[in-house]
């Protein structure tokens, strides 16, 4: 239903040059991930007799049991459909090849022969093995049955995902097989690897599986020979990897002396979804492949090894939270310091609230003074009451602006918004959006009327979340002159404050920390107004924000991730209600994007109409509602 498939990298134990026994241990292996769930199977390089046979592959009796062992595999895969991808020598008009054998229902249904052969310091492959470039033809001979064999293959499963397979060194080369593999549609690629364990190689290993998963947008899985081979001059650690999109998913526990499996539940068409956006990707031209074309698999019975964020913007780690704060923060400020000094402003004017993204926002500019050696005096903070500022938002704005050594004003607005009732003949006591919109504008007027008046740049305080829901009023709050948090998300606002608390005095720290704690609202209405009661969590909407844009995620794949990741935090009704909020909201209030002012894009998600984010301000979204409400459109 939602094509979520479950990929397992098995170590099993073995002993070296014997197939037969070998074979018993991959097939413990492969039932117990296919009694997992899991729909594809691989192992090491030459799994089946053992990567350390050294010459005895060139012995018959090695290879004929080889084959034995193979037909063990076919027969006790006859009753699953998962497929089942192990290493084996295999002879070709007297050639050896060093392959990777795919195995489903009962049948071997391809050979992918290793392209590059290592020939340097410990290792003398071309000694017994040629390169699968040497082979000219496309098909061998397995029980009467011509099946594909080559270097090239893309294994179609249905019509749900392909993946391509390498062995080893295949991925250390200048150009790795897979590269035309991805292009021609292998959203997965698995490496069957028998490389030995020496100092920080295992580092390298994970660095390279990462790496290319990324380049080729796509999921890596490798397996690596375990401790049981020979141990004559070299160790095998058994190291396994998943990783996607440059992400390491998992990864086991190395050098155990017992079989192991490592899973990880994979969605193929959040490749495809990146590749799609990708000019780079798409604009080369790929070599050939032959597509081999598979029987379906089963999607993962749970979602027990989805690995997928449940605050994607938010590193988990503390300390990569920090770096990630630290560098938006460097980004922000200096993106400000380029356009103060472009247009030799004098003043930075911002209004502040003593909420979250106007404290962001000042702390941003304070930190442009320091980079442009300015007084912070240059700032001109300002606070405009309302009719719902509250005493404790208005002193902590006070504060603030105090001790970042700001030039602090306050102009209430309540009499000019109550004269610009009267002009335009409206009741004050109808609390509608007129009542609301009137002081978001005077609070914007009053800004861009100073910063005329000083010569200076209006400071935009608004955040990627409020822009993807047009949680804003149309040139009010909506407008300034260049708009500093416009690329961070609201769940990375709190942090990145939190972050300059660490390193400021205790006093501002302590103001900061305040702020932090206050509950998100407009402070548009008398009394408390807190815009998660009225729209729906932040949370969940940057988690959609963030599967939506990067994925392009359905809203019925949207709900269900939502209900897995948030069980604990919403009920149902809340995840649904909030999602069509999202959805109708980032329909409807593109007109404000598309007129929104310049910002600094701060991560992948963004939402500038002059850049990431292209639509038309009149798109329907009803085709979205009706998926979600598992309706035909």
Known sequence: MHKVYRIAAAVPVLEVANPRYNAERIIELYLQAQQQGASIVVMPELALTGYSCGDLFEQKTLLEEAKKALLLLEEASSRHNAILIVGVPFEVNSRL?????????????????????????????????????????????WKGEEIPFGGKLVFQIGDDFSFGIEICEDLWAVTPPPNHLAQNGAQLIFNLSATPELVTKAAYRRDLVKMQSAKLAAAYVLSNAGVHESTSDLLFSGQALIAANGKLLAENTRFERTSSILYADLKPDWMTAIRRTSSSFNDQVPEPAHVCKLDSVSEAPDWTYFYFAKHPFVPASQEDLQERCREIFAIQSSALAKRIEHIHSKRMVIGISGGLDSTLALLVCAKCCDLLQLPRSTLCAITMPGFGTTDRTLNNAGKLAKLLGAELRTICIRKAVEQHFKDIGHDKEQRDLVYENSQARERTQILMDIANAEGGLVIGTGDLSEIALGWNTFNGDHMSMYCVNAGVPKTLIRPLIETQAQEAPDELANVLLDINNTPVSPELLPGEQHTE???????????????????????RMLKAMALHAFEKDFTPEEIERTLKCFIRRFFTQQFKRNAMPDGPKVGTIALSPRGDWRMPADADHEAWMQVLNHEPH
């Open 97 to 141: 090849y060093n392959t990777a054998a795919v195995i489903q229902n009962g049948r071997l249904r391809a050979l992918v022969g290793k392209t590059y052969l290592p020939e340097y310091r410990a290792f003398y492959e071309k000694r017994q093995f040629r390169s699968i470039r040497e082979f000219t033809g496309q098909t061998v001979c």
């Open 533 to 555: 009661s009225i729209i729906g969590s932040y949370n969940l909407h940057d988690f959609f924000l963030y599967y939506f844009l990067k994925y392009g995620e359905s809203p």
